[in-house]
Every structure is written in C-alpha cells, then in structure tokens.
C-alpha cells in the first residue's frame, strides 16, 4: 500500500486499514466507550453504508462506534526521543479517539485529515484505539456535499457516506520531526520556496533540503535553524530560452515534478528526521479574459468528476484512482474538476505525476446559519492547507450554485460569507485563482462561471459565441433562472468558463427514462447517438472563442444520474478516441503536433526515463477501456498492434484477457 500522505512521507509507518470492531449507535445512546457493545466487524476505511466494508446498511444513525486492539511491532515503538503518531484522512463527522482508554482527540470536519500524537497512552506493546464518529444525517449546516438526507439517493444527492471513510495509520517520528510542508514555485523568477514547521526545534538544529529532478541535483542547501518556522528560496539554473524551459516545468502535456529530501539533524550531525517530498515549477495566474499556465494562456478541458464507486461509494483504492485519472486524459481531457468531495492525496498525486488539472472544491453545506459560517470556513482552511502543495490544483471552488447559501439575492450576510470564504482562500493561497460562486449568483471571483444544460448547440453559440453576446447573457441570460452575476460584480474582463454543461444520458428506450432507470440533462438511446451529439455540443463550444475552457458534465453515471461518458464500473459509451477527438477540439495539435492518447509530448514521452514505469501510463487493470458495450472485440492473438504504452489485457494476465467488471 502507498503511504497516504503522498508530499510528507516516511518510512515508519503502518496502515491500521482493515477489520475493526464496530457497532452503529442510530439512536446516539452509548457515551462511554467501555459501555459499547461491539457486535459487528467492519472494514476500514469503507463507510458502513458500502458494500465494501461488509455491512452495507444505509440506514439514518447518529454515531458508529469502531475498535482497533493489535499488539505494536517493535520496529514501530517510540524510543525515550521519538514519537508515535496516530493519523486519520477523513471521519465524519465529528470524531473523538480514546487510546488505550484515556481520551486523545476530538475533530469536527467529515473531509479533512486529522492527526494526534499517541506516545503518553502507550501501555507496553498493546495498542487499542477506540473511535465515536458523530453524524446527524438530517444536518443541514455542516458540509456535506452529495450526501443525501433521505433514505434513498434521488435526484443528484447519494448515498450518505459515515464513519471512518479514510485510511488510518500509525507512524514514528523522532521528538524533533516536520510536521507540514508547502511548496510555492516562481516560474518569472525561476524560483521554488519551501515553508516547512519544524516541531521542538533543538538548539543549532540545521535543516539540509536536496531538490532533484531524475537524476540530476539541482539544490542542495544547508541551513540553521532558528524557530519552529523554516522558509527558503531556492534559485533554480535557468536556461533561459522557451524550448529549454521547457524541459523543467510542469503541465499536463509535460508533467515534469523535482523530487525533494528534507532532513533535520542536529548541530553535530545526528539524523533526527528525514522526509520525502516533491514539488514543480508551474504557476497559473489571470491575464485579462484568459487563464494562464507558466505565464501563457492555457484552454481547460475539464470533466465533472464525483468521484464514487458502486461497491464502495467515496472510496477508493490507489490503482482505482490512477485508473481514472488515465480514463479522464483518454477522453481527451486536461482537467477535472472534483465536485462537492475533496478527493483522497493519492489522486491528487496522480494528477501531478500524469498531468491533470484540478478544480478542487469544497463540499457544501445546505442551509445558511452561523454554524454554517463556523463549520464550512474551518474545514475549508483545513483542506487548502492539505492540498495547497500538489501541483495539479490550479483554482479553488469554495461555493457551488449557492448550496449554502441559498438566499443570495435576499441576505446580505449570505452575501458577505462568499465574499469572505474568496478573501480568506485568497489570503491561505495567493498563487491560485478563487471561484466566487460556481455556476451562478456570482458577486466575486477570479473567473466568472456559468452553468447552462442548453442541449441546442446553436443556442449555446448565440450565447457564448461572441464577446458581445457574452456581454448580453451576463446581463440577461438566467440560466436554471438564476442570475449569473450580482452584487455589483459585473464578470467583464475575467475569464469565462462554462463550468458546468452537458449531460447527456444514455437510455435505451423511452420507457427506461423513468426515475427507476435514472435521467440526464438529454437522453440519447445508443452510443452511436451519445456520440454524435457529444461532438455537436463540443464543436459549438470550440467555437465559441470567448470561453477560456468548459467542463463537461460528467466522467462516471452515479447512481441516478446516467449522463457520464463512462458507466459506473468505468467502461465507455462510445468509442474512447471517437470521443477524445471532440473533446480536443479542432485546436488540439495547434502547437504540439505528437500527443499522444495521454495528451502527453513527445519530448515527455522521451525524458521520462526509468523512475516512471510505463504501467503507470496503462489503462485497463480491471476493465477493457479501449471498447464499450456493443462494439465487437477484435480478434486475440496476432492482429493490429495496441497504441503505444497500451495494452488489452490486465496486470498479470498472461493469456487472453476476458472482459470483467471494474471492481
């Protein structure tokens, strides 16, 4: 198993993934964790509501007890000046963890990470870790995202996601270790910055940082360490000249990281701490009406993407992710926009390592309170301060068609909030742009986003064809009959996405686009017609030269909403190239004439070298991608050669692949 915090890693560490003792409290009657009757086993980190965990019951419940008892391997005990450290991704809602039976922690927020250090509850080698997660399902003010607050999903919300939903892990530390990282990259000064927290700071303690990139050290620094606070600028050799530049910086066609080693030893040369980390020359910026990537304007192509799974819901395993990251840039995609999740690091890892841009997003709540106010800009904070470091992440989503904050255009404190969750992410990461409100009702923001479902492909050119029309439907146009701007923020001179669009179910007959069978924004009966109208939609949009990129709704069906390009076990509705060539639009090959089906360059392809395996580039682990349901299969044995770094087969077959269902 990868370790879970993909840019702070270790190698002391054990994942405590696996069968817990549980039991669900629905009523919320046990307090003391001595008085719990365990009388189920689940398995961690899949929520109970999953068929994953082994319990599958999506039933109402205030609080799921767990219980962890192992015995701690020797190589894992704290010596006299290390330390143990208990971590979780994500429990929601509200955990508390008792070690050993003495109380150690309490966290609110169901999506960030939390962490404690667990040395002073140690008894020997015996370990038990008890957690109360705390959730009203019916809460309205907390985030939430997609869960659903009924007993069955309907419409777009889904099936409610409780407990442990996160891997959770022990690590040793020494006294003396790193406790966050953030880089920061300067691509006009050719610069990349450091900010690392340092805990328990010894005296003359020095800090020694290697920056490489393959084989070649670029920095290597040493320097005293004078508080809990260790910043650095490093200047990075450079070239000069675009074709050279190239070569060092990060983008989807070429996502090129520097790996990082960071080691705190003492005054006389004594290893306290050592981590492993990477980072990348890339910046994004605004210029005008154009989103621009290492100070060049860049066309986003991005996929709605919610990032479920039918047997596990809002998790999933390393490869599962990666596999998807791959089906997103098959389909002719350089970006993603995750929405209403924050989505596990590991994905976010994936992204950097295969070149893929993120929207990340906040998941909302629904009802406007001062609650709200508290929860949502906590957990917010927490999250970009998870996430600020990757590469991948290019724009911050903190409010979506004001889920939240539904009386925008009546209350002026709802007003005031979305003003205040843009500052305050602008103040945590002034690198990124900020979405004020994605879709509609926008009074900030360093894009302007409009989400429209309008199927008629001359519509959507009438409306967003031209600068003049953009101009008009700012002003008059109401999509889903909201206004897309307010409070003054007129949109004029930002970049314009269409961020939300789409939609196309595909259901076989009439009869089957019932509530049963599921809905789209459009049905289409076949692939053959998804696909033909799929590429109307996306020849409008890349004519409509004003839209600085689009994001189509959406990668996966998920539950009731069929409209994905991909069924939920991950197989297309038409042919994958077919597909990826409307995507890329007419422009694609404008300025990089050898993509290839990843979208990746040619001199990427070339520099890559051994330190990236060519698996990490296949599809098809557990699923044929490169066919979809009805298309015949082509002959096994000698026949027409794959697409380069391709294969038709799974890891470890080693005769004819049969097709089988993504686990």
Request: aromatic share 10%.
């Given at each position: 198993?990868?370790?879970?915090?993909?840019?702070?890693?270790?190698?002391?560490?054990r994942?405590?993934?696996?069968?817990?003792?549980?039991?669900?409290?629905?009523?919320?009657?046990?307090?003391?964790?001595?008085?719990?009757?365990y009388?189920?086993?689940?398995?961690?980190?899949?929520?109970?509501?999953?068929?994953?965990?082994?319990?599958?019951?999506?039933?109402?419940?205030?609080?799921?007890?767990?219980?962890?008892?192992?015995?701690?391997?020797?190589?894992?005990?704290?010596?006299?000046?290390?330390?143990?450290m208990?971590?979780?991704?994500?429990?929601?809602?509200?955990?508390?963890?008792?070690?050993?039976?003495r109380?150690?922690?309490?966290?609110?927020?169901?999506?960030?990470p939390?962490?404690?250090?667990?040395?002073?509850?140690?008894?020997?080698?015996?370990l038990?870790?008890?957690?109360?997660?705390?959730?009203?399902?019916?809460?309205?003010?907390?985030?939430?995202?997609k869960?659903?607050?009924?007993?069955?999903?309907?419409?777009?919300?889904?099936?409610?996601?409780?407990?442990?939903?996160?891997t959770?892990?022990?690590?040793?530390?020494?006294?003396?270790?790193?406790?966050?990282?953030?880089?920061?990259?300067?691509?006009?000064?050719?610069?990349?910055?450091?900010?690392?927290?340092?805990?328990?700071?010894?005296?003359?303690?020095?800090?020694?940082?290697?920056?490489?990139?393959?084989?070649?050290?670029?920095v290597?620094d040493?320097?005293?360490?004078?508080?809990?606070?260790?910043?650095?600028?490093?200047q990075?050799?450079?070239?000069?000249?675009?074709?050279?530049?190239?070569?060092?910086?990060?983008?989807?066609?070429?996502?090129?990281?520097?790996?990082?080693?960071?080691?705190?030893?003492?005054?006389?040369?004594?290893?306290?701490?050592?981590?492993?980390?990477?980072t990348?020359?890339?910046?994004?910026?605004?210029?005008?009406?154009?989103?621009?990537l290492?100070?060049?304007?860049?066309?986003?192509?991005?996929?709605?993407?919610?990032?479920?799974?039918?047997?596990?819901?809002?998790?999933?395993?390393?490869?599962?992710?990666?596999?998807?990251?791959?089906?997103?840039?098959?389909?002719?995609?350089?970006?993603?926009?995750?929405?209403?999740?924050?989505?596990?690091?590991?994905?976010?890892?994936?992204?950097?390592?295969?070149?893929l841009?993120?929207?990340?997003?906040?998941?909302?709540?629904?009802g406007?309170?001062?609650?709200?106010?508290?929860?949502?800009?906590?957990?917010?904070?927490e999250?970009?301060?998870?996430?600020?470091?990757?590469?991948?992440?290019?724009?911050?989503?903190?409010?979506?068609?004001?889920?939240?904050?539904?009386?925008?255009?009546?209350?002026?404190?709802?007003?005031?909030?979305?003003?205040?969750?843009?500052?305050?992410?602008?103040?945590?990461?002034?690198?990124?742009?900020?979405?004020?409100?994605?879709?509609?009702?926008?009074?900030?923001?360093?894009?302007?986003?409009?989400?429209?479902?309008?199927?008629?492909?001359?519509?959507?050119?009438?409306?967003?064809?031209?600068?003049?029309?953009?101009?008009?439907?700012?002003?008059?146009?109401?999509?889903?009959?909201?206004?897309?701007?307010?409070?003054?923020?007129?949109?004029?001179?930002?970049?314009l996405?269409?961020?939300?669009?789409?939609?196309?179910?595909?259901?076989?007959?009439?009869?089957?686009?019932?509530?049963?069978?599921?809905?789209?924004?459009?049905?289409?009966?076949?692939?053959?017609?998804?696909?033909?109208?799929y590429?109307?939609?996306?020849?409008?949009?890349?004519?409509?030269?004003?839209?600085?990129?689009?994001?189509?709704?959406?990668?996966?069906?998920?539950?009731?909403?069929?409209?994905?390009?991909?069924?939920?076990?991950?197989?297309?509705?038409?042919?994958?190239?077919?597909?990826?060539?409307?995507?890329?639009?007419?422009?694609?090959?404008?300025?990089?004439?050898?993509l290839?089906?990843?979208?990746?360059?040619?001199?990427?392809?070339?520099?890559?070298?051994?330190?990236?395996?060519?698996?990490?580039?296949?599809?098809?682990?557990?699923?044929?991608?490169?066919a979809?349901?009805?298309?015949?299969?082509?002959?096994?044995g000698?026949?027409?050669?794959?697409?380069?770094?391709?294969?038709?087969?799974?890891?470890?077959?080693?005769?004819?692949?049969?097709?089988?269902?993504?686990?």
């Amino acid at each position: 198993m990868e370790y879970p915090r993909p840019q702070l890693r270790r190698a002391a560490w054990r994942s405590l993934d696996g069968p817990w003792q549980a039991m669900l409290d629905d009523a919320a009657a046990y307090a003391d964790p001595a008085e719990v009757p365990y009388d189920r086993t689940i398995n961690v980190p899949y929520p109970p509501e999953a068929r994953a965990s082994g319990v599958h019951d999506r039933g109402f419940r205030r609080r799921v007890w767990y219980r962890r008892q192992f015995l701690l391997d020797p190589s894992m005990a704290p010596g006299p000046d290390e330390r143990l450290m208990l971590h979780f991704g994500a429990v929601n809602y509200n955990a508390r963890v008792w070690v050993n039976g003495r109380f150690a922690i309490e966290h609110r927020g169901g999506h960030s990470p939390f962490s404690v250090d667990i040395t002073r509850h140690l008894d020997g080698s015996s370990l038990e870790v008890v957690v109360q997660a705390e959730d009203d399902p019916q809460d309205m003010h907390k985030a939430r995202g997609k869960m659903d607050w009924e007993a069955e999903p309907h419409k777009i919300w889904y099936p409610r996601t409780s407990g442990i939903w996160r891997t959770v892990w022990i690590e040793k530390v020494a006294r003396v270790h790193v406790t966050q990282l953030r880089w920061i990259a300067d691509v006009a000064a050719w610069q990349i910055r450091l900010d690392a927290d340092v805990a328990h700071v010894p005296a003359g303690g020095v800090a020694n940082v290697r920056l490489k990139m393959g084989d070649r050290l670029l920095v290597d620094d040493r320097c005293l360490l004078t508080g809990p606070r260790l910043s650095r600028i490093f200047q990075l050799p450079d070239p000069g000249i675009d074709d050279a530049r190239g070569q060092w910086m990060w983008s989807p066609e070429h996502p090129q990281l520097i790996d990082a080693e960071i080691e705190i030893r003492t005054a006389d040369g004594n290893l306290l701490d050592a981590v492993q980390s990477y980072t990348a020359l890339r910046t994004v910026s605004v210029e005008g009406e154009r989103f621009v990537l290492n100070s060049r304007p860049y066309y986003l192509r991005m996929v709605l993407d919610q990032g479920y799974w039918p047997d596990s819901l809002m998790v999933a395993s390393s490869d599962q992710l990666r596999h998807d990251v791959l089906l997103i840039k098959r389909l002719g995609f350089n970006g993603a926009r995750k929405h209403q999740k924050s989505e596990d690091p590991r994905w976010l890892y994936w992204c950097d390592v295969l070149g893929l841009c993120v929207w990340a997003e906040m998941p909302s709540a629904y009802g406007f309170s001062s609650t709200t106010v508290h929860t949502v800009m906590e957990e917010w904070k927490e999250l970009v301060e998870r996430d600020v470091s990757h590469p991948c992440v290019v724009a911050w989503v903190p409010t979506n068609e004001s889920w939240g904050v539904p009386e925008l255009m009546n209350d002026r404190r709802q007003v005031d909030f979305v003003r205040a969750l843009y500052h305050m992410t602008r103040a945590l990461d002034g690198t990124r742009p900020v979405v004020g409100n994605d879709g509609w009702e926008a009074p900030c923001g360093d894009f302007v986003c409009v989400h429209d479902y309008e199927q008629d492909p001359e519509v959507l050119i009438e409306r967003y064809g031209t600068r003049e029309r953009v101009a008009y439907t700012l002003e008059h146009v109401q999509p889903d009959r909201r206004r897309i701007v307010i409070d003054g923020f007129s949109g004029q001179g930002k970049p314009l996405f269409l961020s939300e669009f789409g939609g196309i179910a595909c259901l076989p007959t009439p009869a089957a686009a019932g509530s049963d069978a599921g809905w789209g924004y459009s049905t289409a009966k076949d692939g053959k017609e998804l696909l033909a109208r799929y590429q109307e939609l996306m020849t409008a949009l890349h004519r409509c030269r004003p839209l600085s990129g689009f994001c189509y709704t959406q990668l996966t069906d998920t539950f009731l909403e069929k409209n994905g390009l991909l069924t939920e076990d991950r197989v297309p509705k038409a042919p994958i190239e077919a597909l990826a060539a409307a995507t890329r639009g007419p422009d694609a090959l404008r300025y990089n004439w050898h993509l290839d089906p990843l979208g990746h360059d040619e001199r990427w392809r070339t520099r890559r070298g051994p330190d990236f395996p060519i698996e990490w580039t296949r599809v098809g682990e557990t699923a044929e991608v490169l066919a979809y349901p009805g298309e015949r299969q082509p002959p096994q044995g000698p026949g027409p050669a794959n697409p380069p770094g391709f294969e038709r087969r799974g890891r470890g077959a080693t005769g004819p692949r049969a097709r089988k269902k993504v686990a």
